[in-house]
């Protein structure tokens, strides 16, 4: 199963439009872009962006010898792969400015204008521009930057999330984002740390796993999280469950959901 936009952006990017992919950390973005690769059919390239990227990680660079060392860019960009830059946000925006001719279908390279392969395709990701407060190390995108993508807003999509992981974990995630949003914590739970949830549920390696990957970040977040955990028991207790028949977080979520 692939996210809801998939067809969406298989279409633009067939298209031969670049596209940025915005959405929240642990979306598929990444994902994503090696699944337009291969049912494109041509090879996937990609690099991580930091402010630490130099032009020469993208373009290449001329050695003390004379001779041009081509980047793993040029090559995607002369044979036709897909090429991602993945989280331009944490670019450096003066780096980002060397792609500003590949609208045009070139791009100079140390050596020379090189003109696209007919095949090559651009995809970037970004975290969401309106928060980069939960993200270290962001920067918002100019506009000349923007301008030269198709964005695509990335929501997480909660079919895929169940495809990938159960019902079971799908509800004790659902009722972590809740107590999360009821706190005003900024503290998200990723389509990620679902499916670490779901491998430390079916493995049996955490009896309670959302308490591990969540809400152990935060000792404030934890007392509450066990106080929650308290009050549901007590609230089955009365409903004639036996403590003994909620000693796994499993079961006791399970009757938080009939509950409902």
Wanted: glycine residues 6%.
């Amino acid at each position: 199963m692939k996210h809801s936009k998939y067809d969406y952006i298989l279409k633009t990017v067939k298209a031969g439009i670049n596209v940025l992919l915005e959405g929240e950390a642990g979306t598929g973005k990444t994902t994503i872009a090696k699944q337009l690769a291969a049912d494109l059919k041509i090879p996937f390239s990609s690099l991580s962006m930091t402010k630490q990227t130099s032009m020469n990680a993208i373009i290449g660079f001329i050695s003390i010898n004379g001779k041009y060392i081509p980047s793993q860019f040029r090559k995607a960009f002369e044979e036709g792969h897909l090429f991602l830059l993945d989280e331009i946000d944490a670019a450096d925006p003066n780096v980002l400015l060397i792609l500003n001719t590949i609208e045009n279908g070139y791009i100079a390279f140390p050596d020379g204008i090189v003109e696209a392969h007919k095949d090559f395709r651009l995809v970037a990701t970004s975290n969401p521009q309106g928060a980069h407060q939960m993200y270290t190390g962001r920067s918002k995108l100019d506009f000349s930057t923007l301008d030269r993508y198709f964005t695509v807003e990335l929501p997480r999509d909660p079919k895929l999330e169940l495809n990938l992981t159960s019902q079971k974990v799908v509800d004790v995630v659902e009722f972590g984002r809740q107590l999360l949003k009821d706190q005003g914590s900024s503290i998200q739970i990723t389509m990620r740390d679902a499916m670490r949830i779901h491998e430390l549920t079916v493995n049996e390696i955490d009896e309670d796993p959302i308490q591990s990957v969540v809400f152990a970040k935060d000792s404030t977040l934890l007392k509450i999280y066990h106080q929650k955990v308290e009050q549901f028991k007590a609230e089955a207790a009365e409903a004639k469950k036996t403590q003994h028949d909620t000693d796994t977080i499993e079961e006791l979520w399970q009757k938080i959901q009939e509950g409902k």
